[in-house]
Structure formats: structure tokens, C-alpha cells
């Protein structure tokens, strides 16, 4: 046989998981399903490394990548990033293709065609970096797949935009970080026959929900795999036991529409006809089929495995993609990382301390305690955070945190927040506890954090940490399943660099992106002082590239950027800050919000929030971001700030929509008359429950008083829904409530809520609570039993 590092063109019965830095990932896995096992898997051949390395030398392109690499001075500006990645696809684009790969490409297909003894058949032409075995790198996705291609003709030319879909922005962002040079990167192609499926998805042999790896997890829809991966659809939920290979949870989902293959070729959305929308895709068989193919393929492969399947249209069960699932198999690796580094295990539980467990997870490290954030860069990569309390400026040493430690603080403080987002473990109001974190604990100490129950241990205590293989987690309860709601699900998010790793949970968009963490993260500087110095111009190219890094890998959905929302004492902390910041002695109800951007004092800074706006809409074309006003004490403010932002050119559209928080008690009472500015609001659960209740909800004195369930509370909400919804105007919500109470969430969708927007940890949940309570609603209404919707509510 041809020297197979030289080859062109391998077929998968030829490869094997090894051949990763020939073929790359996913064409490996692909011949080491067909080579290695007795899984179905629908036969294809893959181009190599050496067919693309040809390519690119036939053209002399790597001198011309190279130069246009070296232009790109900013990876971190999107707009320059993008400019560059669409430069250089587009000279790969162009480049003739070397007749001999020409040729070694169609042949294999004729080959193919002669093999499944049809007349150019269908293909799926999918992209495979060799760089997947990159450390700590994830390319799945990255590149581009094509579905339903026919003829040599069109086989090459998808086999050359894969190629050129190496140098999307992403995936050359990730190799510019790592210090990855381009020449080391090759794409291959594996050109697999197409599967008629009539239903798709994917299987994962953990609960990915719980990571419950005694499970296995199948999901499906109608029509090709796509739509479940990329979460157009909300696919049905089967749970497979492993050990007794019986379905122990099933949720069939309300599926509308679905990708389906053209006669001609390509793809084309279609509506699903009535008698399948509430029909299981998979029979009790199949389902059991599948799970049988998912433990094989995990017991051949020695990990955790995520595998997407497809059912054809004669019933059969085809395997046509597996990989190593990285999320809980990257957890467990920690843990197991964590245990191995700490310095000694102990059996011993003895407890030093305890909290409110205000993010749940498992750590250990070394306790580093700060008490100023001047201190916060002494702070390094996997010690425990200790202080007194954080605020938006910690978020540089809150990001390298195992976990988080407070003296004070609640569950809607800001270090109970933003734990929750970052999903770091995290303890908050210790003092309210008995102790004070910052007396009790040294630095340098090694502990236990078990903040799922809110205690501190001493050492490194083997039973928290490790726990005993034997456990058995519970299975998911019957409300935990994905289906299409009314109320729509959205997601809070602050920090920029998440996006990309929450942009696969099923969110419906991004319905709070905080824009302080912009300012703490890349700006450091108060905008007044910029402007002074002569800079304004990076307050809007750094809030513009963190904003479209959020927009952009949440793209079609939509994302709410609520403007900057610091408080005097957080502004002064920015350099600079002292000059123009006053001493308030209660900055959360003083200087804030709606009230800086019309004062002539501040309103130069808040213009260049708004053009960091048009920037990323106008210039980078991210035109589903939306804008909101917080604090807004009255009309006479809102319609200030509107004017303000219409004068700028931002005014309200079809497609730029601008909402307010309603976080005070006026902005209920006087919604009728707030309506006339704005498109919606956002229930900020937090403060509203706290001026309507009279609590400071950073006090953890009080902390029993504060309750978001309070009938003041729920009577407000009811009362604004009510009063929106006469003007056609929406009401949101992105306090932590619904995370934190179902039955809370069950109210606001008895009330109609348009938009329930969480943490990112609690998004698929919530997804299915709702889903769950409006079934309930539906059920209560047609048979007139079950909760009122109006009792007790209204005014």
C-alpha cells in the first residue's frame, strides 16, 4: 500500500485512532469505528494532512497566511481579527486545487459510488483538524460540514472550503493563544455516505446534566442531526441505566420543524407534519439499541463518549460520529489532578468554619487572603479567595479562584453572583455564621470547600474530595427534560470570555450581559480620566470587542447589554476614579444608573458606552444587540436617556430594541407612563426586593427578611406584567430568584412572563421547569382545577 503519511486519500478501514496527525480527530474516530468495532457506522474515505499540505504548497499560500497573520497586531480586536480570517479563507478559497488531489479525491468518490453500487451518491463532507490533539484544545465545531453533497465537482470544492474553514476567527483566535504556529495545522475532510435519516441526535454515556456516569443520555428530533446539535430544536430526552440497560426516564418534546434532505441536494427546513410533532423519535428498542452501541464505543475508547447517531428510513440505527466527551471528562481529570497535587489526604472531617453556600461545588487549595483589591494581582491560579467581600473590581483574582470565601454577603451579593456565573464554589457571610472567614482560616492553609452544604474543612479531606466510587447519584427528576415554552429561557452573563463555552447551553439568548465586567477585566480606567488623557477611544474599542465577543457566539439569538451600573465607590476604585467620583454614604441607592448618563458631569462617558453600541452593530454587523437602562429613578430620566441615545443615533427599531430594569417601586407604579420610552423591562429581582422590603440585601444580619417570594414582591410583578402587556411591551426577569425558588418560576410564568434570563448553571434546568409548569397551566386550565393564576395578586 501507498506510503500512508504520502497518501492523499485514506479510506476508513484504513485508519485508526492514532492517525489523529494524519487525518485529524474526527476522520480517526471514524476509521476507528469501522476498524475497530462492530457499531454501524456509514463507510467513507478521508482526505490526510499531506493531501491539504499539497494544496496549500501547490499555491505558495503559507508565505501569504503568514504575512497576513503577522499584520494582525490585536487577536483581541474582533473587528481586525475578523478582517484577517476573512483575507486569508478567501485565498484559500481562490487557490486552484492540484489536479492530482483533484483527481485522488474523485476517484475515491466514484470508488464509493461503485461500493454502495449507486449513481453519485449523497455524502456528508466533514471537517477534521489535525490539531484536535492539541493540549487543552477543543476544535469540535470549529470547522465546517456539509450535508447532502453529490458529484466529484461539488465533493472537491466542500473539500476546499473545509479546508479553508481552518482560519474561521475562533479557530485561529485558539491557536494564536496557544502559541500554535498555522503550519502545524491541517485539515482533512472525511467524506462519509449520508444516512436518509428520518430522526437524529446524539448520546452521551454520562449525564451531562448531573454528570451521573452510571446513565446513559440519548437525544433526538426529526430529521438530520443537525438542528439538536446546533439547538434549533429541543430534542426528545431518553436515560438509560448502564448497568441494567432499562430506560429510566423518558420526555418526549413538541418538535415543530426539521432539516431534511433535498432530492437535488443540500438541505431545507421543513414543518414536521402533525402526526409526528408529540411522537417519540425512538421506539423502547432502538433507545436500547443505541445504549448498547454507546457502551461499546466508551468501553473500546476507555473515557466518557459523546456520539451522534442517526435512523435511517428503513429503521436502521447508523453511528455516524464519536469523540471523547470533554465536560466531565475534564472534571473528573481536575479532581483527580486535585487530589494528586494536595499535600496530604486526610480522613479526618473537622470543621473550621461555615457559610451560606452561595455556588455549590467541591475544592481545595490554599487559603490567600486579601483584604484590599490593590492586592488582588498577588493572587494566583488555583488558590482559595478570602476576604471581607468582593465587588466588580475583584473579578481579575476571582477568575484564577478554586473557590471563594466572604465575610459578609448574601445569596445576591456580588460574589455569590458572579460565582455562580463563573461557576467557581463559593462561600459567602461566614461572620453571619459564627465566624469571620478572614480570622479564622491563615494564609497558606490547605482546606476543604464543600459548598454545596456550606462548610469548611481542614486539610484535604478524602471523602469530599474523592468520594467513594461505589456512590450512585440520583437520577434526574422527571421535570428535567428540554421542550419549546412560551416563556422563553435566557441566560445573565458578565465575563466576555465565557461566551464561547456557555453558547451551546439551550439559551434562548443572553438576557443580562453586565457591562461592568468589561470595564474591570480589559479597561481598568475611569472614562473621565481617558477622556482627560486624550484616550476615549479605548472605552469604545474595548467595550466593543468584549461586547461582540458576547454577540457574536450567541448569534441569531439575541443578547440585552445593560449600560455600565457601577456605584460611586466601584467607579473610584477604576484609576483615575478619586477626581470625579463623590463619597456617598450609601452608593447603592445614591449616584447610579440612569441618573450619571444625562448629568453634564458624566455625560461625555456615557456617549462613548453608546458608540462602543453602534460599533458593534453598525461596523461588525451584530445587529441582535439590544440595549438596557438601569436605576431609572423616573419617566422624566428615561426619556432623557432616550433622547440622549437618539440624538447619538441609537433609537428604537424593528431591530434594536432598548429596555429598562424595574428595580424600584416607581418603575411599577408608574409603568403605564415608563411605556412610552421603551420596549420591556427587566425585573431586577435583587434590588426590587430590596426597596419594596426596606432590607439591604448585602446585609446578612437581615438576611431570613429578604425573600423574593414576599406577596409585596409577587403583587409588584403581576402589577407591571399586567400593565406591559397593555402597551405590547415585555417583561423579563434576571434576578437570581428563578434560579434559586421553582415555585418562584412557576409564578411568573402563571403571570405571564415573557423571558425568565438565569445563570448560566441553571439554564437547562429552568428550561425544563418551565416547560413542566406550562403543561401544568395547560392541564389546570382545561380541567379548572389546580392554582388559581390570579389569587392573592393583584392589587
Known amino acids: 500500500m501507498e506510503n500512508r503519511n504520502s497518501a492523499y486519500v485514506l479510506w476508513f478501514d484504513q485508519l485508526h485512532r492514532k492517525d489523529v496527525d494524519i487525518v485529524g480527530g474526527k476522520s480517526s474516530s471514524l476509521g476507528e469505528l469501522t476498524s475497530e468495532t462492530d457499531v454501524p457506522v456509514p463507510f467513507g474515505f478521508a482526505t490526510t494532512a499531506a493531501g491539504y499540505r499539497h494544496f496549500i504548497?501547490?499555491?505558495?499560500?503559507?508565505?501569504?497566511?503568514?504575512?497576513?497573520?503577522?499584520?494582525?497586531?490585536?487577536?483581541?480586536?474582533?473587528?481586525?481579527?475578523?478582517?484577517?480570517?476573512?483575507?486569508?479563507?478567501?485565498?484559500?478559497?481562490?487557490?486552484?486545487?492540484?489536479?492530482?488531489?483533484?483527481?485522488?479525491?474523485?476517484?475515491?468518490?466514484?470508488?464509493?459510488?461503485?461500493?454502495?453500487?449507486?449513481?453519485?451518491?449523497?455524502?456528508?463532507?466533514?471537517?477534521s483538524a489535525t490539531a484536535e490533539d492539541l493540549p487543552n484544545a477543543s476544535f469540535a465545531g470549529e470547522q465546517d460540514t456539509y450535508l447532502n453533497v453529490h458529484g466529484r465537482n461539488n465533493v472537491v470544492r466542500k473539500v476546499q472550503e473545509c479546508y479553508a474553514s481552518l482560519?474561521?476567527?475562533?479557530?485561529?483566535?485558539?491557536?494564536?493563544?496557544?502559541?500554535?504556529p498555522q503550519e502545524k495545522v491541517a485539515l482533512s475532510a472525511a467524506i462519509q455516505m449520508m444516512a436518509f435519516s428520518k430522526a437524529a441526535g446524539v448520546m452521551f454515556t454520562v449525564n451531562v446534566a448531573t454528570g451521573d456516569d452510571t446513565k446513559i443520555m440519548i437525544e433526538g428530533a426529526w430529521g438530520l442531526g443537525e438542528y439538536v446539535v446546533s439547538g434549533t430544536v429541543t430534542p426528545d430526552n431518553f436515560v438509560v441505566d448502564k448497568q441494567s440497560m432499562k430506560i429510566v426516564d423518558k420526555n418526549i418534546t413538541k418538535k415543530e420543524i426539521e432539516l431534511v434532505r433535498l432530492p437535488s441536494g443540500g438541505t431545507e427546513q421543513h414543518k414536521v407534519p402533525e402526526d409526528r410533532i408529540n411522537k417519540p423519535v425512538l421506539t423502547d428498542e432502538q433507545i436500547i439499541e443505541l445504549a448498547g452501541y454507546a457502551k461499546q464505543i466508551e468501553k473500546h475508547y476507555g473515557c466518557y463518549m459523546d456520539t451522534e447517531w442517526?435512523?435511517?428510513?428503513?429503521?436502521?440505527?447508523?453511528?455516524?460520529?464519536?469523540?471523547?466527551?470533554t465536560v466531565w471528562s475534564q472534571r473528573k481529570k481536575e479532581t483527580d489532578e486535585q487530589t494528586t497535587k494536595a499535600e496530604v489526604l486526610t480522613t479526618e472531617k473537622k470543621v473550621i468554619l461555615k457559610g451560606l453556600p452561595a455556588s455549590p461545588g467541591i475544592a481545595t487549595g490554599k487559603v490567600h487572603i486579601i483584604d484590599d483589591p490593590k492586592d488582588i494581582n498577588e493572587f494566583k491560579e488555583g488558590e482559595i479567595l478570602v476576604t471581607l467581600m468582593t465587588s466588580p473590581d475583584w473579578v481579575p483574582a476571582m477568575k484564577k479562584a478554586a473557590a471563594i470565601i466572604t465575610n459578609n454577603g448574601g445569596m445576591t451579593c456580588h460574589a455569590a453572583i458572579v460565582s455562580r456565573e463563573m461557576q467557581i464554589p463559593c462561600l459567602v457571610g461566614t461572620t453571619s455564621r459564627g465566624n469571620a472567614a478572614t480570622k479564622i482560616l491563615q494564609n497558606g492553609q490547605s482546606i476543604t470547600i464543600d459548598a454545596k452544604n456550606g462548610i469548611v474543612y481542614e486539610g484535604v479531606v478524602e471523602d469530599v474530595v474523592k468520594p467513594k466510587q461505589t456512590a450512585v447519584t440520583q437520577v434526574a427528576p422527571a421535570t428535567e427534560y428540554f421542550a419549546p415554552t412560551a416563556t422563553r429561557v435566557m441566560m445573565n452573563l458578565g465575563d466576555p470570555d465565557l461566551a464561547e463555552k456557555y453558547a451551546d447551553l439551550p439559551a434562548d439568548g443572553i438576557g443580562l450581559m453586565r457591562e461592568e465586567f468589561l470595564w474591570t477585566t480589559y479597561i481598568h480606567q475611569h472614562p473621565l480620566y481617558l477622556i482627560e488623557t486624550g484616550h476615549p477611544e479605548r472605552v469604545v474599542n474595548e467595550l466593543a470587542n468584549g461586547i461582540s465577543k458576547v454577540a457574536r457566539a450567541m448569534a441569531p439569538r439575541p443578547v440585552v447589554l445593560r449600560f455600565s451600573d457601577f456605584k460611586s465607590g466601584e467607579y473610584r476604585n477604576l484609576k483615575g476614579g478619586e477626581k470625579y467620583e463623590p463619597h456617598e454614604p450609601a452608593d447603592l441607592l445614591g449616584w447610579r444608573?440612569?441618573?450619571?448618563?444625562?448629568?453634564?458631569?458624566?455625560?461625555?462617558?456615557?456617549?462613548?458606552?453608546?458608540?462602543?453600541?453602534?460599533?458593534?452593530?453598525?461596523?461588525f454587523g451584530l445587529k441582535?444587540?439590544?440595549?438596557?437602562?438601569?436605576?431609572?429613578?423616573?419617566?422624566?430620566?428615561?426619556?432623557?436617556?432616550?433622547?440622549?441615545?437618539?440624538?447619538?443615533?441609537?433609537?428604537?427599531?424593528?431591530?434594536?430594541?432598548?429596555?429598562?430594569?424595574?428595580?424600584?417601586?416607581?418603575?411599577i407604579i408608574l409603568a403605564d407612563q415608563f411605556n412610552q420610552f421603551i420596549d420591556g423591562y427587566s425585573i431586577g429581582s435583587n434590588d426590587l426586593t430590596m426597596l419594596l422590603l426596606g432590607c439591604d440585601r448585602n446585609n446578612e444580619v437581615i438576611s431570613n427578611l429578604f425573600d423574593e417570594r414576599n406577596l409585596a414582591v409577587k403583587r409588584a410583578i403581576r402589577h407591571l406584567i399586567k400593565v406591559a402587556h397593555k402597551d405590547g411591551k415585555t417583561v423579563s426577569i434576571c434576578g437570581q430568584a428563578p434560579s434559586e425558588y421553582p415555585e418562584f418560576t412557576e409564578f411568573l410564568v402563571r403571570s405571564g412572563i415573557d423571558y425568565v434570563s438565569v445563570n448560566p448553571d441553571m439554564v437547562k434546568l429552568t428550561k425544563r421547569n418551565v416547560a413542566h409548569f406550562e403543561q401544568r397551566i395547560l392541564l389546570d386550565k382545561a380541567t379548572g382545577l389546580g392554582k388559581a393564576d390570579t389569587e392573592d395578586y393583584e392589587w
Request: aromatic letters at 8%; hydrophobic letters at 35%.
Open 167 to 180: 482560519f474561521t476567527d475562533r479557530a485561529t483566535y485558539y491557536r494564536i493563544k496557544q502559541n500554535f
Open 624 to 667: 441582535n444587540l439590544n440595549v438596557m437602562i438601569p436605576f431609572c429613578r423616573t419617566v422624566d430620566e428615561a426619556r432623557k436617556v432616550t433622547e440622549i441615545m437618539r440624538d447619538q443615533g441609537l433609537e428604537r427599531s424593528a431591530d434594536f430594541k432598548v429596555y429598562m430594569m424595574a428595580e424600584i417601586p416607581a418603575n
Open 310 to 325: 442517526s435512523l435511517d428510513q428503513d429503521n436502521k440505527l447508523w453511528i455516524v460520529q464519536a469523540r471523547p466527551e
Open 593 to 619: 444608573g440612569a441618573s450619571r448618563y444625562y448629568d453634564p458631569k458624566y455625560i461625555n462617558a456615557f456617549k462613548l458606552e453608546l458608540e462602543a453600541v453602534k460599533k458593534v452593530r453598525n461596523e
Open 57 to 127: 504548497n501547490y499555491s505558495n499560500l503559507n508565505p501569504k497566511i503568514d504575512a497576513l497573520l503577522d499584520s494582525l497586531k490585536d487577536p483581541e480586536n474582533s473587528e481586525e481579527l475578523h478582517k484577517v480570517c476573512s483575507q486569508i479563507r478567501k485565498l484559500i478559497l481562490d487557490a486552484p486545487m492540484p489536479d492530482d488531489l483533484r483527481d485522488e479525491i474523485s476517484n475515491a468518490y466514484d470508488s464509493l459510488a461503485q461500493r454502495m453500487n449507486q449513481n453519485e451518491p449523497f455524502v456528508a463532507v466533514r471537517s
